[in-house]
């Protein structure tokens, strides 16, 4: 099939287009290398230098005539979306109408959508199912609800059908691509860069929550896994004609005491610790039901171990950012 992945340059994005290449997809990503990098598109995918508010860079990327189309373009700091919640809004909001309204006038009907736990705010219950309320503590999490809401107005009026994907953590590597975001803000990247000896020290953000260790607890899916969620959802776009939403995480609690002392384990390096005050809006714990997906879409993780997750970004980690200097690349 021909697939364009908007934002593949990222992350996620790479990853994915790496599993899409390896099944025989033809694939376009589309990425305004904001926060990508153009070496971590595998070189069996084109490349269009573009963003998803530019209607020229839309339509050249849909010139194709794609089957489906991934949307992992977005920025995604939750603190600078506190600050600065208009950046925001236009990137993942507009940027994201213009994209469906491009897919529109090239009769592109199908999505596949990044969206995150942080719709759900803080909840009160868990596992988290696609039920609970939604109510996100962040502009972040509203620019995504904002966005399902607008997918589910457009798959009603239009000919248009959508798979809005809930990422819990993505964490872990592929041989070839891994997470290089800069700043890093996620746990398992900053404490690997620890031991890497690019920080003295990991900030551990409150340890006086209601969990077993007094520290938040969070759910790591691996990144090859969470691709594969992405090859499931369009399978189903291809063969259903309604749209769903699923959380996609391991189903398993790793506090940040625990991820510390497996990075200690893995890296062999003591990693030091300070204990900061808790930051606003945590919430003490986000662990996924991925019941939904594995029934309907027969979704199943295969790295759900810790070890072999931290293990992977460690290996990736160390084979493409021995420099740690910012012009680092995802791939080499
Ligand atoms: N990493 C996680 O744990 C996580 C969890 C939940 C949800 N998500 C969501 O998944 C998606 C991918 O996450 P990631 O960690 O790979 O992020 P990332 O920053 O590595 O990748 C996003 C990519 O989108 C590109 N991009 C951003 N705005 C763009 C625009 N206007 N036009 C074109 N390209 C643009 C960036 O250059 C980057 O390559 C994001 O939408 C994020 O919000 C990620």
Redesign the pocket.
């Known amino acids: 099939m021909k697939v364009l992945v908007?934002?593949g340059?990222?992350?996620?994005?790479s990853v994915t287009v790496e599993a899409l290449v390896t099944k025989g997809h033809e694939v376009t990503v589309?990425?305004?290398?904001?926060?990508?990098h153009r070496n971590a598109v595998p070189a069996d995918a084109s490349f269009i230098l573009?963003?998803?508010?530019s209607d020229s860079d839309l339509d050249q990327a849909l010139l194709g005539h794609p089957d489906a189309v991934m949307h992992?373009?977005?920025?995604?700091l939750v603190g600078v979306s506190v600050q600065n919640p208009a950046l925001y809004f236009q990137?993942n909001v507009v940027?994201g109408i213009k994209l469906l309204d491009a897919m529109l006038r090239h009769s592109v009907g199908t999505l596949i959508f990044?969206?995150?736990?942080?719709v759900y705010g803080e909840p009160t219950d868990s596992p988290i199912d696609e039920t609970l309320p939604l109510s996100p503590t962040n502009p972040y999490g509203d620019t995504?609800l904002a966005f399902e809401k607008i997918l589910k107005w457009y798959a009603n009026a239009y000919s248009m059908k959508y798979v809005s994907l809930r990422?819990?953590?993505?964490a872990g590597a592929t041989t070839a691509c891994g997470e290089n975001?800069d700043p890093e803000t996620?746990l398992i990247p900053v404490v690997l860069q620890v031991a890497r000896g690019l920080r003295d020290s990991v900030t551990i953000n409150g340890d006086d929550y209601q969990t077993p260790d007094g520290t938040c607890v969070r759910d790591y899916i691996h990144v090859s896994d969470l691709a594969q969620a992405h090859l499931l959802a369009m399978n189903f776009l291809m063969e259903n004609d309604r749209s769903a939403i699923y959380n996609v995480g391991s189903e398993r609690g790793f506090s940040v005491k625990e991820v510390i002392d497996v990075v200690r384990k893995v890296t062999g390096h003591p990693i030091p610790t300070v204990t900061g005050p808790r930051r606003p809006g945590d919430a003490a714990v986000l662990v996924a039901s991925s019941k939904k997906i594995k029934e309907e879409l027969g979704w199943k993780p295969e790295k759900t171990d810790l070890d072999t997750i931290i293990g992977d970004a460690w290996k990736w980690q160390q084979s493409h950012l021995q420099t740690g200097k910012p012009d680092a690349v995802n791939r080499v």
Do not use: E, M, P, R
């Open positions: 908007v934002g340059a990222g992350y996620i994005g589309l990425d305004n290398l904001s926060c990508g573009g963003d998803t508010q992992f373009a977005a920025l995604s990137n940027g990044s969206s995150t736990c942080s995504k990422y819990f953590n993505a975001h996620h």
